[in-house]
Each structure stands twice: as structure tokens, then as C-alpha cells.
């Protein structure tokens, strides 16, 4: 079957009372921004975990170091950890969110099924739910 022939974007994306309907090209953008969120995310995994790395190498040599040094060097560690569990995350959701894009419910609330709605979804490609879930889980 050929498949060199590239069809309209047959994805219909949910939008919120009084927001005007995505366009073929919205959709596409929309599309091609998760993809390319998700490339930076990944490339930030790879940067953070060679970062992880050599801080964690460095970290067994501390003797004759500046005990103030190795204070920060912890701290910066940390940071780099909690940091690389972040962006794991992020790119969790970005490949939940293309998956959803392509087999159908993005755009939707995973909690309530509601819209998500076009704005927040143009600034925030991977939300995964609206906003009024999204306060109620920040607020557990
Ligand atoms: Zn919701």
C-alpha cells in the first residue's frame, strides 16, 4: 500500500466552548512541537546523566578537598538528580501525549475527559489535564 502520499491530518483535536476549532495546520504544529519538545527533553536526559555521572566520579575522590567544596559538590549533585528525574518525567508525558496524539484523546483531561482546551494546549503541548484538575492536584 503506498503511503508516500501525505494525507490531511485526519486528527480532530477537542477545544473548550468559544475557542475557534484547530486548523489542519494548528493540528500539525501542534504535532510537530511535541516532537520536537520531545528531542530537547531527550537531549537533556543525555546531557544531565553525563553531568550525573562525572559528579558522581568526582565525588569519590573528595579526599584533600575543601570540605566547603564537597558541601556543594553534594548539593550540586542533588540538584543534577532531581533534576534528571524531572526531565525523565517530561519526557514521559511528551511520549504519552504523541501516543494519545496519534491513537486519539489528546487534548482531552486524563482525570475528568474534559477538553483541555486550545489555549493552554498551544502553551503547554503536554498537559495532560485541564486546568481545573491541574489546581486541584497541586493543591494535594
Ligand atoms: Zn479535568
Not at 518525567?89 to 496524539?101: P, T
Request: glycine content about 8%; proline content about 5%.
Amino acid at each position: 500500500m503506498p503511503t508516500s502520499k501525505k494525507a490531511a491530518p485526519a486528527v480532530v483535536l477537542p477545544v473548550l466552548d468559544g475557542e475557534d476549532p484547530w486548523t489542519a495546520e494548528e493540528v500539525e504544529e501542534q504535532r510537530a512541537e511535541l516532537q520536537e519538545e520531545l528531542e530537547r527533553v531527550e537531549r537533556r536526559i543525555a546531557a544531565t546523566e553525563a553531568e550525573l555521572e562525572s559528579l558522581l566520579k568526582g565525588g569519590t575522590d573528595g579526599a584533600g578537598r575543601d570540605p566547603a567544596d564537597v558541601g556543594s559538590s553534594n548539593f550540586e549533585r542533588d540538584q543534577e538528580v532531581s533534576l534528571a528525574a524531572n526531565v525523565k518525567e517530561m519526557a514521559e508525558q511528551l511520549h504519552l501525549a504523541i501516543s494519545r496524539f496519534d491513537d486519539g484523546g489528546y487534548g482531552l483531561c486524563e482525570v475528568c475527559g474534559q477538553p483541555i482546551g486550545k489555549g493552554r494546549l498551544q502553551v503547554f503541548p503536554r498537559a495532560t489535564l485541564c486546568v481545573t484538575c491541574k489546581q486541584r492536584e497541586e493543591r494535594r
